[in-house]
């Protein structure tokens, strides 16, 4: 994808949004910084694992046209063989385009849940304006980003079932999907939050989604993805997160497919007591490619963060765990964890750990540690002499080395959920019976 | 039942048994005895189908079938069970899983079909009482961190799920308290019958008291060196491993 082209269909796309001045000025200038710099390359050490030239030499439509009524409805209908219940407060979007007929913006007192487009530009925090540097594809995102979902709670507020958000690239292929995803949490505030993404049919496009998180003293997020695309899509996603004083935050992500998949956190600890948890789990085989980057900022005194990410890779599979920690001037009694735990499963599997510390306090504990390893053969040979055949052996291991992750995830139905399609993901489709 | 004939296994260029006869028959127990590093568990290890032990010479006959052409899997459906000296740990696979998948291997080798939930728990309950582990060990994953006994029991629990034709038993008795040695004879001594084989090794005359073999062999530098019945037992016991050697040295 030229930059010309990439113009052209920015052009298009300004013209056809109907919004205010000053938020096409912001797209504008969104754009200019993202085409001034271009696509990131490997010589960019942020980059320096993962080349886009896949994403960036494809032709991509970053102007999806709206889901014809009949992908609506074959949508509903998989949703629906999918187990969604109707009752679930959820938002679902086709190809990046809100699904009106498909969604439920009833969410229990004190929490809104709406499309972005529907919102006015004063429904929205202060924070969705503010510019991505250093992160190219998220301002791409800003130039081109048309909807997405606002899910604000008042202070004291709580989600009584999780809600969800639903993004199904619908199987037209060269497609470009920019979502934006606000979260905007009261003091006090706790809401759960799962974020499906899942295709319809196998196809070749790109999902490109930001979420931005503002969470204010003492609000609770816990926040799950199950990233489900098939082995054909790329993905990329920024997650950015500012916390104020004792709030705290609770991911888990899951990634199961992609042909290349890049995720970017960049967290901000800036009240004294907040908490984060990262959890990952990714599976990459058939060539594919995972990227985890993240980024911590220990602001604040008396901030905690841990972040776990465990991969399993197969054959050609590549995987990346990037992860920085920065301790800030005078933010003292810190405790920084990360891990990065990776199973291989091919000899041409690969895997990338890079952990990075900066610390200009002096009263820090961090922590880091990055394990690589393949299946134990004494725990295989035990398995054997019990009758199972190797390749059951094999999904067994492998399936528990991913379930340390999964176990943590509190929902019973969910965790269910990711570990059933992580079977079916292993090299040779394994049952999920080795779960507790 | 079991042919062993003039076994040679090394590891890594170096020869551990060394020429090594045994025939067990169905209905037998037999007790192997014999110094660390003589080559029992190699033993065990290679009639299980371990990979890491090179076979160089001689022949292992299962029911009459060449059992070192088969995968391990393969022997365990057929009846073949080790109970291992050291139990592996498998964190995050769940024992009551492990437990039911290698009986519905093992029954659906005997063309049988897989047992239900309802089934299974039925027909483990009895065993995990008579080897006392209690219900919460099921939920548990396999092995971690068991107490050394209570990995033992555990094998043997596993013992008595699948019924095999032929158990090989390394050491079982070692690291037990008296209580719990008394527990795991016990286990053994219900699956003793006229169609099934077991092979007992042993450092402890007193494990023999409890489950009495028909034969007990010394095992010494990869050969079987003598044999005899359950006094033999005794008499390594009160006397040691050297008699023996010396014995074999100078034949
Ligand atoms: N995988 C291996 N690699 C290297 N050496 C091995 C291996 N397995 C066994 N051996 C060696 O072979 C010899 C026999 O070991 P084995 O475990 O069979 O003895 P054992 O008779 O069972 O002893 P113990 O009574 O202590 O259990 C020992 O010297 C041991 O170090
Ligand atoms: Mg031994």
Redesign the pocket.
């Known amino acids: 994808m030229n930059t010309e082209a990439l113009s052209r269909q920015f052009a298009a796309e300004l013209d056809r949004l109907p919004r205010s001045a000053e938020a096409a000025a912001r797209r504008a200038a969104a754009f200019e910084a993202f085409s001034a710099a271009g696509f990131p390359t490997r010589r960019d050490e942020q980059w320096r694992y993962t080349d886009l030239k896949p994403i960036s030499t494809a032709e991509l439509d970053f102007a999806p046209p709206p889901p014809s009524t009949e992908l609506v409805s074959r949508v509903a209908e998989s949703l629906d063989q999918a187990g969604f219940d109707e009752a679930t407060s959820r938002l679902v979007f086709i190809d990046g385009c809100y699904c009106d007929t498909l969604s439920r913006t009833t969410a229990a007192a004190g929490i809104s849940l709406a499309s972005l487009a529907s919102c006015s530009e004063a429904d929205l925090p202060v924070h969705a304006h503010a510019p991505f540097d250093g992160h190219p594809l998220a301002t791409l995102n800003a130039a081109f980003a048309r909807d997405g979902a606002l899910i604000a709670a008042e202070d004291g507020a709580r989600t009584t079932a999780p809600i969800e958000l639903v993004f199904v690239a619908g199987g037209r292929s060269g497609l470009a999907a920019h979502p934006r995803i606000v979260i905007d949490l009261g003091q006090g505030a706790e809401v759960t939050l799962i974020q499906h993404l899942l295709d319809l049919e196998p196809g070749r496009g790109w999902f490109n989604a930001v979420t931005e998180i503002v969470q204010a003293p003492g609000s609770h997020l816990t926040l799950y993805r199950l990233q489900d695309h098939g082995t054909r899509q790329f993905h990329t996603a920024l997650m950015r997160a500012e916390l104020a004083e004792d709030a705290k935050l609770n991911c888990g992500y899951f990634d199961l497919g992609g042909r290349l998949v890049r995720n970017d956190f960049d967290v901000r600890l800036a009240g004294p007591g907040a908490e984060a948890d990262l959890n990952g789990l990714f599976l990459a085989s058939s060539g594919q490619h995972t990227d985890n980057h993240i980024r911590m900022d220990h602001i604040a005194p008396r901030t905690r963060s841990a972040e776990s990410f465990r991969g399993i890779i197969g054959d050609r599979g590549h995987g990346v765990f990037n992860g920085k920690v920065v301790v800030h001037r005078d933010a003292q009694h810190i405790d920084a964890r990360q891990s990065s735990d990776n199973l291989l499963l091919a000899d041409n599997a690969e895997i990338d750990t890079k952990p990075e510390l900066e610390i200009y306090a002096d009263d820090v504990k961090c922590s880091h540690g990055a394990t690589i390893g393949e299946l134990d053969d004494d725990q295989l040979f035990y398995l054997r002499a019990r009758g199972l055949a190797d390749e059951e052996a094999r999904n067994l291991l492998t399936f528990a080395f991913a379930n340390t992750v999964l176990e943590r995830v509190a929902l019973p139905e969910l965790r269910e959920l990711v570990a059933a399609r992580v079977a079916a993901r292993l090299p040779n489709g394994a049952t999920a019976g080795g779960t507790r | 039942m079991l042919t062993i004939e003039n076994l040679h296994v090394s590891?890594?260029e170096?020869e551990?048994l060394k020429g090594l006869d045994l025939s067990v028959n169905a209905g037998e127990v037999h007790a192997i005895m014999?110094?660390?590093?003589?080559?029992?568990?190699?033993?065990?290890?290679v009639l299980a189908g371990k990979d890491?032990?090179n076979v160089t010479q001689g022949r292992v006959l299962y029911r009459g079938e060449d059992l070192l052409e088969m995968e391990p899997e393969e022997r365990a459906r057929r009846g073949v069970f080790l109970a291992f000296?050291y139990p592996t740990e498998i964190p995050g696979v769940n024992n009551a899983y492990l437990l039911k998948a290698a009986l519905n291997a093992r029954r659906e080798a005997d063309g049988e079909q897989p047992v239900d939930a309802f089934e299974f728990m039925r027909l483990i309950r009895s065993r995990m009482e008579l080897m006392n582990i209690s219900k919460e060990f099921l939920n548990r994953s396999v092995n971690e961190g068991f107490s050394g006994g209570e990995k033992k029991r555990n094998e043997i629990l596993q013992m008595l799920v699948l019924e095999p034709s032929l158990a090989i038993l390394?050491?079982t008795d070692s690291g037990l308290d008296v209580d719990a040695l008394k527990i795991v004879a016990a286990g053994v001594n219900s699956l003793r019958s006229a169609d099934r084989a077991m092979v007992l090794?042993t450092?402890y005359e007193r494990l023999l008291e409890l489950i009495v073999p028909d034969h007990v062999h010394v095992?010494s530098d990869g050969r079987i060196v003598k044999s005899g019945d359950h006094e033999l037992a005794r008499e390594l016991d009160a006397r040691g491993y050297d008699w023996v050697q010396q014995e074999a040295a100078s034949a």
Request: proline share 4%; charged share 20%.
């Open positions: 590891v890594e170096r551990i014999g110094p660390n590093g003589s080559g029992k568990s190699t033993l065990a290890q890491n032990y000296q390394d050491e090794v450092h095992l």
